[in-house]
Structures are given as C-alpha cells and as structure tokens.
C-alpha cells in the first residue's frame, strides 16, 4: 500500500494576530488587514501599506527566549508556529523518535530585517562592529535549524527557498521525505517578515507593489481589471507531517491528507511568469497525477492570485487551459492577509482546508470586476455555502517556480 501523509498538527501567526482560528475568523468576517507601514517611515516610499504583524507578539510564550534573542523575526516566528503546531498534534519528540522527525521550513528572503540593522552598523561604526549573529540570523535555513534545536527532532533537516512558492515546495518535498520513509513525521510550512525600508523599497522599483496608499483595505484586488499589484504580508504557517499509520497508532487528531504534489519551472522571466500559464498548468497536471486524481475531482481551487497584472491574468489563462469556463469555485484569500511571499503556500493550504471543514468559501476581497476573458468560477461578492472535501493550492514564484499541492480534509 501507498505511504500516506496527513496533517495533525498547525501553528499560524498572520496581520491578525496568533492563531489559525484567528485567521479563519478574518476570513469569515471579511476582515483586511492592510494598512499604512507603521513598522518603520514610509512616507517617503512609493508604497507605504503592507499587511504587517505586530510587533507586540509575546514570542517568549511559547520560545525559549534565549534561542528568540539570537533569531531573526521570520526565524522566532517559524519557532512560534511550530510549538503551537505540536501543541495540537500532541507529539512529543523524545530520544527513542528524535530521528525519525524532520524538519523542512520555507522562506523566500529570510533575515532581511537583521541584514539591514548590521549593515547600517556597518556603514556607521565600521567591521568591527558587526554582530558575529549576522549570518547565522540572516540565512534562510535557520528557521528549520533553530526549530530542531527547539523540538530536538533530528531527522532530516532543510530549508527551501523558491520566492513565494517557499512553503509549498516545503510542504510538497517534506511529504515525499515521509513516502520515501526517510521520516515519519515532518515540521514543515514558511515563514516571512519582510515589511522593512529595503523589501519595500526594492519591490516598489521593481513595480510589483500596489501603490493604492490612500486606500489600503481595498489595494490588494485579485483577478480585479483595476488590480496594480500585490501588497506585502508578513506571517508564519507550519504544521506537521505524519505518515497515516503513525499518526493512527498515537491516535492523533487528522485535519487533511497530502494527496499530490506537482512542481514546474518557466524558463521564461526572473519576475515575470509564462503569459500563457502553461508552466502553471503543468504543475497542476503533476499534482492531479500525483493524487491519481482527474481535474474534475478537485472541489475548490485556491488561487496564487497576488493582484499583480501579470500573475492573476497567467493564473487566470492557466485555469481556463485545465477546465474552460466550467472550473471549480476559485478564490484568493491574499486580500485579507497581504502576500505572505515565502509563507504564503502553507497559510493558504490550510485556509483551504478549514473553507473544506466548515463547508464555507470566503470571497475573494476587491474581486468587484474580473477582466472578461475570465470567465471561470470566481468567487467574489459574498461567502459561498459547499459541501467539499479535495482542493487544490497553486502557488508561483520569482524565478518561473510553480507549486501546487491537492488536499483532502475528511480522510477515509
């Protein structure tokens, strides 16, 4: 028989605070929370909103506040995340299990706001200055790195870095680390916190932000013809990994089951996607052939969908090459929560999942008028009422990285 891998255990922490059912209930509420930068002054810079996470987070209740003081913000929130994650799967890693847990964390930049401080310090007090924790701060695996020494799971550990598409490759290789037995539990997901002068700035340049500074809760507009780009988020979603008769045998709570994964390149542009969306839809084909499953099997699609005019129309022409007009209910949360760039993937998968659980479809916020050539089921407007239980989560990177993974929430 096939290995399976299901979730029992998530830890999230978004612009609405900690908590998944925190996020949930923002979702329901079709609560935004995009607002002006408070985190530092922008207003000097092009955009000035993001979807930022306050800085009141109590990290020490829940992380040794020894391993939070030498970790940057992405690193202590991944560390956050996790014990709440584990919290609720109920594993305890102990000598006898220690190696047949992993560890596997996304982010798509990492340190930035450590970077930042010490090269001013740099700038300004000169080399000598320069705190002997700016690389191991900065550099993107130390999410995983820290969260083993704060688990003590010493199975395999890695990180995965593929822009916005981070945590759903993680999601995706952790799970075939558990088929391939290397582990039968896995620590995975992303995490990101990049609303600082250098992010915003070098985003801003490149054009990808939405410059909407005078109307932050209606900026972001996915699949919206008025759309100008995304708006940064900053969050954290991790959850663990168990094979299906691991978690059985513990008698652990299951909330999903990792079906498929499937994964493409563009070859196309460093920012910029394939136009025609066929990078994207190869990587769809490889998750519906990965769950053994046909394109019609699949209840609800949540999209990438960030409100860039390049992105949502390549998504848009990527559904429409796999379903036509006749796809299932779509939608994208990012209007609620900001573009969690690294973290995004694994926040979204599991909002998918509790849209399965409650039988319930958050609109898609400032959707008010999609372009006409998207004529697939977006849902905007209002809630919709559905059974489902099989989603689909596409996620796309910087780089041409496509990522999709298949779910399903009540497991047989």
Known sequence: MDTRVVITGVGSLSCFGPGRERLWEALCNEECGIDTIT???ASEYKSQIAAEC???????????????????????????????????????????NADEIGVLIGSGIGG?????????????????????????????????????????????????????????HAIGEATAII?????????????????SPTAVSGFSSAGAVSFRNDDPKHACRPFDRDRDGFVIGEGCTIMLLEEYEHARARG?????????????????????PSPTGEGAVRAMKAALKD??????????????APGTPDGDSMEAHAILGLY?????PVSSTKGNHGHQLGATGATELIMSLYMAEHSYIPPTLNCDSPEDFMTFDIVRGSGREMAMNTI?????????????????????
């Open 54 to 96: 306050s800085r009141d987070i109590d990290i020490s209740e829940r992380v040794d506040p020894k391993l939070a003081k030498r970790a940057d913000r992405f690193t202590q929130y991944a560390m956050y995340c996790t014990d709440e994650a584990m919290q609720q799967a109920g594993l305890q890693v102990t000598d006898e």
């Open 324 to 328: 036509g007009d006749q796809s299932p």
């Open 112 to 168: 930035m706001e450590t970077w930042e401080k010490q090269f001013t310090t740099l700038l300004r007090k000169g080399p000598r200055r320069v705190s002997p924790f700016l690389v191991p701060m900065m550099i993107v695996d130390m999410a995983a790195g820290l969260v083993s020494i704060q688990t003590g799971a010493k199975g395999p550990n890695l990180a995965v870095v593929t822009a916005c598409a981070s945590a759903t």
């Open 291 to 304: 769950a053994r499953l046909n394109a019609d099997d699949i209840d609800y699609i949540n999209a990438h």
């Open 392 to 412: 689909m989560s596409n996620s796309f990177g910087f780089g041409g990285h496509n990522a999709v993974l298949i779910a399903n929430r009540r497991v047989q």
């Open 252 to 272: 652990a709570e299951i909330l999903g089951e990792i079906l498929g994964f499937g994964m493409s390149g563009d070859a196309y542009h460093i920012t910029g």
């Open 39 to 41: 985190h530092f002054d």
């Open 179 to 195: 088929r391939r037995g290397q582990a039968q539990a896995m620590i995975t997901g992303g995490s990101e916190t990049v609303v």
